[in-house]
């Protein structure tokens, strides 16, 4: 059977379920919300593993909303626990049905995505016709079950659109692949200190999003499975759970010891298979993923900064030769200490956050606590008790002690408010009351309890322009905006060498290795739309491609760069710049021919070795004057 067939069979199963309830093809959708009581309830009991999968939500959503799709994440009965993007995009059909606490289940809005995957506990896309109820036929939408680390579905990830919207053709893999990482970064929390093992039939995939993960106690029993490793075992997690390493992979116990050998290591299944893994030691750690920030429960969005995180000492260390840099840097040295706050404004990646921690360290309150809440990753409908806390019963289900707010805990140190322009309006004002009366009142009332903090905040929106629409108070405005710096972007920054120097420092291996000429011409040219944070991640790829554990000096060259990076200016050809010797699609396709030089014309071979599909290889060539 095609995955189409299991498309269509999961769609006719879940016309008849609705059938069977009674449900009529005419039949108006049961819209109505949660009241409030019950959306608080819902939030409290979802809320660790919503904010966990927000940051999430927000990548994947950034990849597609362009095709005005919105992301939606429900629980496991299909109430919307949090939703991005715009209603309007779902046309006629849903305006309001995407708001906290509207349930998608197939009972009460027939078969759709959301309900069908998880009554199916399947990934599946429903297009237009294939909606049970009328009223939904102009919707297109794609989604994907979440389980927990106990194999229990917890919610669904859902992509949805107007099918005139015409959704992408990898949506449902997007979906799939994030409703994966939230598992993986939920697994890896439930998975605490334990040692785990990673594992592949194929060596290259150990350690990958798509890869097998078991977690084993000191003795070696089998406490976690992740879904990769239940598929690669070809068992259920209750009877991998009865086993141990030494009878699931042939591993003996001592393997996990702090201390033993890290090298990679041949196992072998109860029923013969091999497979690549190794071990892991560290807590919640995942390659690719943040599950040890996850680990403290409030996920990317808020959080004390992570000292391994930190820049390398202050606002100096950050000085690496940039004239516009430098000026904000000594700007930033002048006002500390008065209780100036400071607004840094820049695009995505270009060190906000760790110019906030920055500061924080040369700062007069560098010996408390650096509080760092992203507005922009915390549902809507949890960031009011996030940031102000709320009291004993401050509201149903409401957990008994109550919770301190993230602005109590930076009392006696530097509050960090990034993306502040996406805090929704209701609250700005009561932020602007805090900053105004130096105290925060807990959601329920009760006793203001004083704050004495440093603020900075961040945005990569332009505050004026969200004044000028209504989104953001005036008033708040300029409380904030005691001094403000500006970071260049990567592509304007004129120390870009010595960027590149101390990034590959930072890198295990990276501080051996050169980059050629060739690669620094086209860093130099390039646009950097994810400016250092995108720098750091084709550094990395690059050193490890670069075979930097070796003993020779390995040198970063034009093959070493990850393709996606390669291919992200060629289409819309060079952007102009001093060194640019010629168009990145010509170096992107040098690249290739010396690929499939080195593999004697074998167009497999070199995908394989540039790490980029085959069909790329195809249409780039097809494009280009006729190899020699
Ligand atoms: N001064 C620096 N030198 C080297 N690398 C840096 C520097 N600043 C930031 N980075 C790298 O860039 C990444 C992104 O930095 P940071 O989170 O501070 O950016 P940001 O502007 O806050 O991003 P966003 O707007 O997306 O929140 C960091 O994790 C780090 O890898």
Redo the contacts with the bound molecule.
């Keep these: 059977m095609d995955t189409g067939d299991t498309r269509r069979d999961i769609i006719a199963q879940a016309h008849r379920r609705c059938a069977d309830m009674g449900l009529h093809h005419d039949g108006p959708p049961a819209r109505a919300a949660l009241p409030e009581a019950g959306l608080a309830r819902l939030m409290e009991r979802n809320g660790a593993w919503c904010r966990l999968a927000a940051p999430l939500m927000e990548a994947l959503y950034a990849q597609i909303a362009e095709s005005r799709h919105m992301v939606v994440l429900t629980d496991a009965d299909g109430v919307v626990l949090h939703a991005l993007g715009d209603p309007a995009w779902l046309g006629s059909a849903a305006p309001e049905a995407m708001r906290p606490g509207t349930a998608w289940s197939e009972a009460s809005m027939g078969a759709n995505a959301i309900g069908t995957a998880l009554a199916s506990k399947a990934p599946v896309q429903v297009h237009g016709e294939e909606h049970f109820l009328r009223a939904h036929r102009s919707l297109s939408s794609a989604a994907a079950p979440i389980f927990d680390a106990e194999g229990q579905v917890i919610g669904a990830l859902d992509v949805a659109g107007a099918q005139c919207a015409g959704g992408h053709p990898h949506t449902m893999a997007l979906v799939r692949m994030t409703a994966q990482e939230i598992e993986n970064r939920l697994f890896a929390q439930a998975c605490g200190n334990a040692a785990m093992v990673q594992f592949h039939a194929c060596a290259e995939l150990v350690g990958t999003a798509a890869g097998g993960c078991a977690a084993f106690s000191p003795g070696g029993r089998v406490l976690y499975v992740n879904r990769g490793g239940v598929s690669q075992c070809g068992m259920p997690l209750p009877r991998l759970r009865a086993h141990t390493l030494v009878s699931l992979l042939g591993l003996d116990p001592a393997a996990l010891a702090p201390g033993a050998a890290d090298g990679p290591l041949a196992l072998v299944l109860p029923d013969g298979r091999r497979l690549h893994g190794r071990v892991v030691r560290r807590s919640g750690a995942w390659p690719g993923g943040e599950g040890g920030q996850a680990g403290g429960g409030t996920g990317g969005a808020g959080r004390s900064a992570p000292a391994g995180?930190r820049?390398a000492g202050g606002l100096r260390a950050?000085d690496?030769g940039d004239r516009q840099l430098a000026q904000a840097i000594a700007a930033v040295g002048k006002v500390l200490g008065r209780g100036i706050p400071i607004m840094i404004l820049?695009?995505?990646?270009?060190?906000?956050?760790?110019?906030?921690q920055a500061i924080h360290h040369d700062g007069q309150r560098a010996a408390g606590p650096l509080v760092v809440v992203?507005c922009a990753a915390i549902p809507e409908s949890l960031i009011e008790s996030e940031l102000f806390g709320y009291e004993d019963g401050a509201f149903t289900g409401a957990r008994k002690k109550g919770a301190v707010g993230r602005i109590a805990q930076a009392h006696g140190g530097t509050l960090f408010l990034?993306?502040i322009g996406d805090m929704p309006p209701g609250l700005q004002a009561r932020l602007l009351r805090v900053l105004q009366e130096r105290s925060v009142t807990p959601l329920g009332g009760g006793r203001a309890v004083p704050v004495d903090i440093d603020l900075v905040c961040?945005t990569?929106r332009s505050l004026r322009g969200l004044i000028a629409e209504g989104g953001f108070r005036e008033d708040l405005y300029y409380r904030l905006n005691g001094l403000v710096v500006k970071?260049p972007p990567l592509r304007e920054r004129g120390d870009l060498r010595a960027?590149v120097a101390?990034?590959l420092a930072?890198l295990p291996g990276g501080g051996r290795c050169a980059v050629s000429d060739e690669v620094m011409r086209l860093f130099e040219s390039h646009r950097w739309p994810g400016?250092?944070?995108q720098?750091?991640s084709v550094l990395r790829t690059a050193v490890a491609l670069s075979g930097a554990d070796e003993a020779c000096e390995p040198e970063i060259s034009l093959c070493h760069l990850p393709s996606d990076f390669l291919e992200e200016d060629a289409p819309r050809g060079p952007a102009p710049g001093p060194h640019c010797a010629g168009s990145l699609e010509t170096e992107a396709l040098e690249v290739i021919r010396r690929a499939l030089e080195r593999c004697g014309g074998n167009v497999s071979a070199a995908a394989k070795a540039l790490g980029i599909s085959r069909n790329t290889i195809y249409r780039k060539m097809a494009g280009a004057p006729a190899l020699p």
Aim: no cysteine; proline share 3%.
């Design positions: 995180a820049p950050l690496t820049g695009e995505t990646g270009t060190g906000k956050e760790w110019l906030a992203n990034d993306e961040a990569h970071l960027v101390r990034v930072g400016n250092l944070r720098l750091h």
